[in-house]
């Protein structure tokens, strides 16, 4: 009877080694696969695009924001201040969460 429970007992560990290497070849394949389409994407950006449309997204931006602060300079100024005490306030609740 013992040595039919001992032989269980090893077959349950064997069992559980192979499954934990199957999984853990898995896991490789899934990593190497998101390598790899990660890499693939990076290499597909068009960085010159995304530059160009970052630098008119700037221009723009820095456009509407003269255009407000000639009609109203008080107002912009108070709304920049408030925006910069809501990302001050937000970076220092994050940084206690860490």
Do not use: C, W
């Amino acid at each position: 009877m013992t040595d039919n429970t001992a032989q269980q007992a090893h077959d349950l560990v064997e069992d559980t080694v192979a499954k934990a290497g199957e999984l853990a070849d898995q896991a490789r394949h899934a990593v190497d696969d998101t390598v790899a389409t990660a890499t693939a994407a990076l290499r597909d950006i068009d960085t010159t695009a995304a530059i160009a449309s970052a630098r008119e997204f700037a221009t723009d931006t820095f456009g509407k924001l003269s255009d407000a602060y000639k009609r109203n300079p008080t107002l912009v100024l108070t709304l920049g201040s408030v925006a910069v005490a809501a990302v001050t306030g937000l970076g220092a609740l994050l940084a206690k969460r860490r």
